[in-house]
């Protein structure tokens, strides 16, 4: 497969042998968006003479189904991609994000939060509002503020609980002058506190995307974290993380979205058509990837 004219600024600036991935969650059928997202990866890991890896984001067990899963590799395959060893399926390891979690915790950066959705949405309201972060409206801090007496009350009492991230002690914690490298653009300084006091451990699930993604990029030796545009904001976040962590730095390239015929991005819940549908009315991998704009 050639690569396509849009990618060739990236590459006087594409690390040598870059590792990348295409990180899918089993929620739904593929859609062009997630070929173009695919596409992207391993052309860039083809490019630099490296390796193009699978992982499946599945920690919320309440939207992922195995059957998505194994769409996923079926789909891919039949567009002619091939991933290099096995596909790191998150579910399996959550006890490794729990260490992560662990390691944060002992530095005294994680707190429990035991407010529910509705409380935050009154705190947020009777305060007047909160500054929006990418992730929604700022955390007003209430949990924050309990005393220890309180917290190991709740606690001790069972109380179900996320686990969020102090921000201002996180960005006492790291060094100072924080910034990502984008593919293209250079440099970028980061700013991870309009994401105020992140949860890093759901109340249900005991862990999140913003842990899961910056503690496998590190762990599989992802050098180059290749995404939608949409996801750009994240990695301000990201890199705080691996900061706290001492994961490595991977470089960044965020991709442009494929948009649907109403100028909006594509999505499952919008009823996009999936590759499977594509297929079934007759067109083949190459037609597919000119309509996911390769
Ligand atoms: N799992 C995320 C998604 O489905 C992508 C994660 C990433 O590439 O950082 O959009």
């Given amino acids: 497969m050639p690569v396509p004219a849009s990618l060739r600024p990236l590459l006087p600036d594409l690390p040598a042998g870059a590792v990348t991935r295409f990180a899918p969650s089993p929620t739904g059928l593929l859609h062009l968006g997630h070929v173009h997202a695919a596409l992207f990866a391993d052309a860039l890991a083809r490019a630099a003479g490296g390796r193009f890896l699978l992982r499946l984001?599945?920690?919320?067990?309440?939207?992922?189904?195995?059957?998505f899963a194994a769409a996923i590799e079926t789909d891919l395959a039949w567009l002619g991609l091939r991933w290099a060893g096995p596909v790191r399926v998150q579910s399996r390891h959550m006890p490794e994000y729990r260490a992560a979690l662990a390691r944060l915790e002992a530095r005294g950066l994680l707190y429990p939060c035991f407010c529910s959705r509705a409380?935050?949405?009154?705190?947020?309201?009777?305060?007047?509002g909160a500054p929006q972060g990418p992730d929604g409206p700022a955390y007003p801090g209430t949990c924050r503020r309990l005393s220890a007496d309180e917290r190991a009350a709740r606690l001790a009492a069972g109380a179900p609980h996320a686990l969020r991230l102090d921000m201002a002690a996180a960005l006492a914690a790291a060094p100072p002058g924080l910034s990502f490298h984008e593919l293209g653009e250079g440099r970028l300084p980061c700013d991870p506190a309009p994401f105020g006091d992140v949860v890093l451990a759901r109340k249900e699930i005991p862990a999140s995307y913003h842990l899961c993604v910056t503690h496998d990029d590190a762990l599989q030796g992802v050098t180059l974290v290749t995404r939608g545009l949409d996801?750009?904001?994240?990695?301000?976040?990201h890199r705080l993380l691996q900061a706290l962590l001492g994961w490595p730095e991977p470089a960044y390239a965020h991709h442009g979205l494929i948009l649907g015929a109403d100028g909006r991005r594509l999505a499952k819940r919008d009823r996009a058509p999936s590759l499977q549908a594509l297929r079934a009315a007759g067109h083949g991998p190459e037609e597919v990837r000119r309509l996911a704009g390769w």
């Avoid at 984001?57 to 195995?66: K, N, Q």
């Avoid at 409380?119 to 007047?128: F, S, V």
């Avoid at 996801?231 to 976040?237: D, I, Q, R």
Wanted: glycine share 10%; with cysteine; proline share 7%.
């Fill in 57 to 67: 984001e599945d920690i919320d067990g309440t939207r992922c189904r195995p059957h």
């Fill in 119 to 128: 409380g935050i949405q009154r705190e947020i309201a009777a305060a007047g």
């Fill in 231 to 237: 996801l750009k904001p994240a990695t301000h976040l």
